[in-house]
């Protein structure tokens, strides 16, 4: 199983990235996915998922701004993040089934 994040990168406060990604060896619509991440000198935390039905889950801290969403015939799943934050600043992580999960992609949100 194999799982690329990419769409990271700089934006200032109040903007919007979009992250992505891609699978192989594992098919996302027959299992959860979900995004987690990590700032500097903290634990991981989740930030969203998707059941296998398609219901999702936010993390208290980003209800409203992030959506999560599934394409099944290119199996990614993204992160779109809107009305960014500085506290947002992190190492986004993708996981899909059970413990399985890319390398990571950097979000950093400043002026």
């Known amino acids: 199983v194999q799982l690329v994040e990419s769409g990271g990168g700089l934006v200032q406060p109040g903007g919007s990235l979009r992250l992505s990604c891609a699978a192989s060896g594992i098919i996302f619509s027959i299992n959860p996915v979900g995004w987690y991440r990590q700032a500097p000198g903290k634990g991981r935390d989740l930030v969203a998922t998707?059941?296998?039905?398609?219901?999702?889950n936010f993390a208290d801290s980003v209800k409203g701004r992030f959506t999560i969403s599934r394409d099944n015939a290119k199996n990614t799943v993204y992160l779109q993040m809107n009305s960014l934050k500085p506290e947002d600043t992190a190492i986004y992580y993708c996981?899909?089934?059970?413990?399985?999960w890319g390398q990571g992609t950097q979000v950093t949100v400043s002026s």
């Open positions: 998707m059941a296998r039905g398609g219901s999702t």
């Open positions: 996981t899909a089934g059970v413990g399985h």
